[in-house]
């Protein structure tokens, strides 16, 4: 069945590293992507999404690239802030597919 | 804006009690959702609603039932608790997008619920 597969956390990093989180899916066609952030205590919110292959998804510094020949859509962040600490869901389709979330820690 | 409302945000039961986590969202959303989340899994849906009046089974039903009481609130109920009931409950709800499935949710902040 259709799946979301994310690299494993949680992950640890100082101000102004480079962020990657894997992200692949499989599916039987080609659906929407999505990434969503979840802050402590709060609920999740979308960060950026892709409808269709080579569509760049991106906001608030954060990108992901809907690559259709790898079935994956990484999570990039070219100097991650502190305030980016949070937990990071990759999903798919329209009910959403989750994966199983990747927590994010950057230390000053 | 409130947006997507759950309460209660805290919850403890005892092993076969029963509840209802409510729902409402104020965006005139037609679709709305229940997911659960825990450690290590993501968030795995429960039940949808596409719209007012139909209500359809997710990936991890069992053990539960909602009610879509009318366009804004939907409910899920707990008949008997059981330990592996404990979690984190999120409500969404969502606005049918074209194309199809290409539409952000909305989430709520969740309802702890811990069954002893």
């Known amino acids: 069945g259709d799946s979301v597969t994310q690299m494993e956390g949680p992950v640890t990093l100082s101000e102004e590293a480079f962020l990657t989180i894997n992200c692949t899916y499989t599916?039987?066609?080609?659906?929407?992507l999505f990434w969503y952030v979840q802050y402590p205590g709060e609920g999740l919110q979308l960060l950026l999404k892709a409808t269709k292959a080579d569509d760049k998804g991106s906001n608030k510094g954060f990108e992901a690239t809907y690559r259709k020949e790898t079935t994956s859509f990484h999570l990039e962040k070219g100097s991650v802030q502190v305030s980016d600490s949070a937990v990071y869901f990759c999903?798919?389709?329209?009910?959403?597919?989750f994966g199983q979330g990747t927590e994010l820690s950057v230390k000053p | 804006n409130a947006g997507v409302t759950q309460t209660p945000k805290f919850q403890v039961l005892k092993t076969g009690q029963s509840m209802t986590l409510q729902c409402a969202q104020d965006m005139n959303h037609n679709s709305m959702y229940w997911y659960r989340q825990d450690p290590g899994m993501g968030l795995r849906l429960i039940y949808y609603?596409?719209?007012?009046?139909?209500?359809d089974k997710g990936e991890v039903p069992n053990g539960y039932n909602v009610s879509r009481l009318n366009k804004r609130e939907f409910s899920l109920r707990l008949e008997s608790a059981a330990p592996s009931q404990t979690s984190v409950y999120f409500c969404a709800s969502s606005q049918p997008s074209q194309p199809p499935n290409t539409g952000e949710l909305f989430f709520g902040e969740g309802s702890r619920l811990t069954v002893l």
């Open positions: 999903a798919q389709g329209g009910k959403l597919i």
């Open positions: 609603s596409a719209s007012e009046g139909t209500t």
């Open positions: 599916a039987t066609g080609y659906p929407s």
